[in-house]
């Protein structure tokens, strides 16, 4: 597990910073020039990458990349099949994510010793990506309404993880 999230980390690195502020800075840098189409489809871009990605750190950056894009161009240009989709996307989001940590913890209550203190620790390093993203959608949903009830599905699924006490398992674990 451990050398895959080496190599894993070099990957968020990258694309953490290049998506998420280059795309916000180019649309600020052409708004005037951006007709809704061009606006669309950038949007449904960001929509289509957040749908599909599985990897916490990348995903992380599509959504701070979209958060950042609709402050920039105000969220009264966001198509109404774009706001659908994205709060689509983002339940099922959650909801891949909270099945993963599911399993994750189903994996390290069954380790012990030593190869459990390094599961762990690779376990621990992937949710702290997974609370990056976690936090983006977040604030993704409060931008829409400061109390949608995927927040409350959000901080269930922070409850999944090892560091967040779901390390022990339980059948009965909240699901968003």
């Not at 968020?12 to 708004?31: E, W």
């Not at 240009?77 to 994750?104: C, F, H, P, W, Y």
């Not at 390093?125 to 983006?136: D, G, I, K």
């Not at 779901?166 to 059948?171: I, K, P, T």
């Amino acid at each position: 597990m451990r050398n895959s999230i080496k190599g894993s980390n070099i990957r968020v690195m990258l694309t953490k910073c290049l998506p998420s502020r280059l795309i916000p800075m180019l649309v600020a840098c052409g708004k005037s020039v951006l007709t809704p189409s061009i606006v669309n489809t950038i949007f449904n871009q960001l929509l289509e990458a957040i749908s599909v990605e599985t990897e916490a750190g990348y995903l992380s950056s599509l959504y701070k990349s979209f958060n950042d894009t609709l402050l920039v161009l105000g969220s009264e240009l966001l198509s109404a099949d774009i706001a659908e989709g994205v709060m689509k996307a983002t339940q099922d989001q959650l909801s891949n994510m909270a099945q993963r940590r599911k399993k994750r913890a189903e994996h390290m209550h069954m380790q012990h010793g030593a190869a459990a203190e390094e599961d762990r620790e690779d376990v621990m390093l992937l949710e702290e990506l997974e609370e990056f993203a976690l936090e983006e959608m977040a604030r993704l949903l409060q931008m829409f309404d400061r109390n949608h009830p995927l927040l409350g599905a959000i901080g269930r699924i922070k409850d999944l993880g090892v560091s967040g006490g779901g390390y022990a398992y339980s059948e009965d674990a909240p699901t968003p």
